[in-house]
């Protein structure tokens, strides 16, 4: 299976020739490197050059500094794998992460995302596994979820990687000022809105650099910064329930009852199932919602769940 891996880069030189080097070490040998430098003022775009002469699966898309989400559409449009996985400059993949990644997509074939546990290298250094109690966990369907409560359903961009046929879906995406750091949060979260099954697989299969540029392990949560992410996560779903109706106008008992099924799909752990509850009592009128209390079914669905 021919993939794709997508690494963006702004000022991270230092780090780069170590990540590409990761990829280039794969079991799986059937890939290209698409090399995103988003207008870097280091001496990144010298190292690219030689990246690029070194070795032909590597490709260089260099372009005007516009932000991460604009790298990753940059990298998108010149991406040809059937699945593209994504790398941040300053991390590196395990030499056989493709390889087990892959083989999820092969023999899961409604596998559409996957995301993946990972060790942290540099300052801090520790292992980093995931909320979910299996090495392998198929999370089901997640769009409804992710529209009414915003669900984080995902990790680190490093460890992300989904199917061109998902991708397709909603590539280009829009808003790339307001994604300059931290998209992985778009990717996650149109994942899920566009009707991807998403898996995890809790193992970890690549090193995250730890250090003080990090926008992920170091993300800034002053209550500034917190609120213009959270309106920014609240317009790119907005936008994406514009562009499914379904979402937009569902309500009431219809709503509640697609909620439950999609609760049902995969394996979900307590704390996703008990996040649809929520959303589920107001949307049932009263002569309705005592015998949905009395049935129980998503407390017997909870009680079923894994413990995380």
């Known amino acids: 299976m021919f ?9 991270y030189a230092d780090y780069l020739e170590d990540a590409v080097a990761s990829v280039l070490r794969q079991s799986h040998g059937d890939f290209e490197i698409i090399l995103v430098d988003d207008g870097s003022t280091d001496h990144s775009r010298d190292l690219i050059g030689e990246l690029v002469r070194r070795d032909a699966r590597v490709v260089s898309c260099l372009k005007a500094n516009g932000g991460q989400l604009s790298a990753f559409n940059a990298g998108f449009a010149r991406a040809r794998g059937e699945v593209l996985f994504f790398l941040d400059a300053d991390d590196r993949y395990h030499p056989d992460y493709l390889e087990k990644a892959l083989a999820v997509y092969r023999e899961h074939t409604t596998c559409d995302f996957l995301f993946c546990a990972y060790e942290c290298f540099g300052s801090v250094n520790e292992p980093v596994l995931l909320d979910y109690p299996a090495s392998l966990t198929d999370l089901g369907y ?20 989904l199917r061109r046929s998902l991708a397709k879906r909603f590539f280009p995406i829009p808003f790339e000022e307001d994604w300059r750091i931290c998209a992985d949060e778009c990717l996650i979260l149109l994942a899920s809105l566009y009707h991807g099954r998403k898996f995890c697989l809790n193992e970890p299969c690549l090193g995250y650099r730890t250090h003080g540029g990090n926008h992920f392990f170091g993300r800034d949560r002053h209550r500034d910064a917190e609120l213009r992410r959270k309106l920014n996560a609240a317009r790119l779903v907005a936008r994406a329930g514009e562009d499914l109706g379904q979402y937009r106008y569902l309500g009431g008992t219809d709503l509640a009852r697609l909620l439950l099924q999609e609760a049902a799909t995969g394996n979900k752990n307590r704390r996703l199932l008990q996040a649809y509850a929520p959303v589920l009592e107001p949307l049932l009128p009263k002569p309705l919602l005592r015998p949905w209390r009395r049935h129980r079914k998503l407390r017997q669905l909870v009680q079923k769940a894994p413990l995380p």
């Open 3 to 11: 993939v794709s891996v997508l690494i963006n880069n702004y000022n």
């Open 142 to 161: 997640t769009g409804l979820l992710t529209y009414h409560r915003r669900t984080w359903i995902g990790a680190p961009t490093s460890t992300l990687s």
